[in-house]
Structures are given as C-alpha cells and as structure tokens.
C-alpha cells in the first residue's frame, strides 16, 4: 500500500511526463483526476504537465473551472 501511495504522488509531482506515463502504464490507468484536492495536496509545476507536456499522452474529456479529467490515450500505454 505504502509504494501505491508513493506512486500517485510521484504522478501527481513529477515533471517528468515520461516518468508518470510510466506509472500510469503500471496500473493500467484509463483516467486522470485533478481536482481541488490534487491541486491541495500536489501543488507545483508537476500538475502542469498535465496540461502541457502530456498532451500527447492525455485527452481531456471533462473540464470545469474546479476539475479536469484526462483520459490516457490508447497509444500512451
């Protein structure tokens, strides 16, 4: 439980998109949340790539001025 934990931290703060794509790919993640929480518990230039640098990876399929959810591209696993 310990490493899950660590893991979506290290997705949530890393800058590295390569980095959490790789994490992601482990769990087989569909969707990203960010939200008031994620921006409360993982403020930083990590929930920027989000929006930047994983674009390639990551669809926005839902925003609003509190949350965005991402939906991992097929070809980003």
């Known amino acids: 439980m310990d490493r899950r934990i660590r893991d979506v931290k290290?997705?949530?703060e890393t800058e590295d998109p390569a980095r959490a794509m790789?994490?992601?790919a482990s769990y087989n993640v569909r969707y990203v949340?960010?939200?008031q929480l994620e921006r409360l518990y993982y403020p930083g230039a990590g929930l920027e790539k989000f929006a930047g640098g994983m674009a390639e990876y990551l669809a926005p399929v839902f925003t609003s001025e509190a949350?965005?959810?991402y939906r991992v591209r097929g070809e980003g696993l």
Do not use: A, H, Q
Request: glycine share 8%; hydrophobic share 50%.
């Open 10 to 12: 290290t997705i949530y």
């Open 67 to 69: 949350v965005t959810i």
């Open 33 to 35: 949340y960010l939200g």
């Open 22 to 24: 790789s994490l992601l």
